[in-house]
């Protein structure tokens, strides 16, 4: 059949019903988590939900570097849509600080009329939180040089520039983690507690998910999928990466220094 329109009409996946399925089982494991302490169900979930982007993504890929579906109307379109989303993950974050100055700016008698709560001893914020944000703004550099290596065709430069991009993404995600234990409060402490760990965790979550975004586009650009003008995956994945930048110098100055 003849398509008479410059739109991909996508054919029937299981994906999305799957992937919204497997991301309710993990929700419902991290609520256990919390009250029972059993990691299983949040673990099972996440590695199903991990298993099903990855299948996604092939599809996508087949999508547009083998069948040829990804018009410029198309392209332009899933930019769009793309766009929108960092939108709505700005808005999810623009309602924590929201509950954060809240909390700050009126400290209640329940938290010792004070900020941060009386019996809180929060971080040094020119230790660990310092030396992650170098390596954060520092990866920025990185994944903008490597698109500028990409659109230029030095293939090879760019996917270096990506590699360090990555690692520096895996070691803030390690720093991340040894913050944690170096903490005296918990989650269960005061709604400072609350707010850091829940914060700063959906922050190292996202992280995550732009880690694992940049790797699959390295291994994309590994396979010569990829060319100087024809990249939508790989722009996204910066676009993505550079709103995690933006949102962790928010979450240093407002958390980490001036919530100190």
Not at 127 to 151: D, E, K, M, W
Request: net charge negative; with cysteine; aromatic share 20%.
């Amino acid at each position: 059949m003849v398509q008479n329109n410059p739109f991909n009409l996508i054919t029937r996946s299981p994906w999305p019903i799957f992937s919204g399925s497997m991301g309710f089982v993990m929700a419902l494991g991290l609520v256990y988590w919390m009250h029972m302490g059993g990691a299983m169900i949040m673990t099972y979930g996440g590695l199903m939900l991990t298993v099903i982007i990855f299948l996604w993504w092939r599809d996508l890929t087949v999508e547009s570097s083998y069948q040829g579906y990804h018009s410029s109307m198309v392209v332009g379109n899933l930019r769009f849509g793309f766009l929108l989303f960092i939108v709505s993950e700005v808005m999810f974050f623009f309602s924590f600080f929201w509950g954060f100055f809240h909390s700050s700016l009126s400290p209640t008698v329940d938290v010792g009329c004070q900020w941060p709560p009386a019996g809180v001893v929060v971080l040094n914020y020119l230790g660990t939180p310092l030396l992650n944000s170098v390596i954060l703004l520092s990866s920025g550099v990185f994944v903008t040089a490597s698109h500028i290596y990409l659109r230029l065709g030095m293939v090879e430069k760019a996917s270096l520039m990506l590699a360090i991009t990555v690692f520096l993404g895996i070691l803030f995600t390690g720093f991340q983690v040894k913050e944690y234990f170096e903490v005296s409060y918990s989650i269960a402490d005061s709604v400072y507690g609350s707010a850091f760990f829940t914060m700063t965790g959906f922050h190292g979550v996202h992280v995550f998910v732009g880690t694992s975004f940049l790797i699959s586009q390295f291994i994309r650009m590994m396979m010569g999928q990829f060319c100087s003008f024809h990249h939508l995956g790989f722009d996204a994945s910066i676009w993505y990466w550079h709103f995690v930048d933006v949102v962790w110098l928010f979450l240093y100055t407002v958390i980490y220094v001036w919530g100190s």
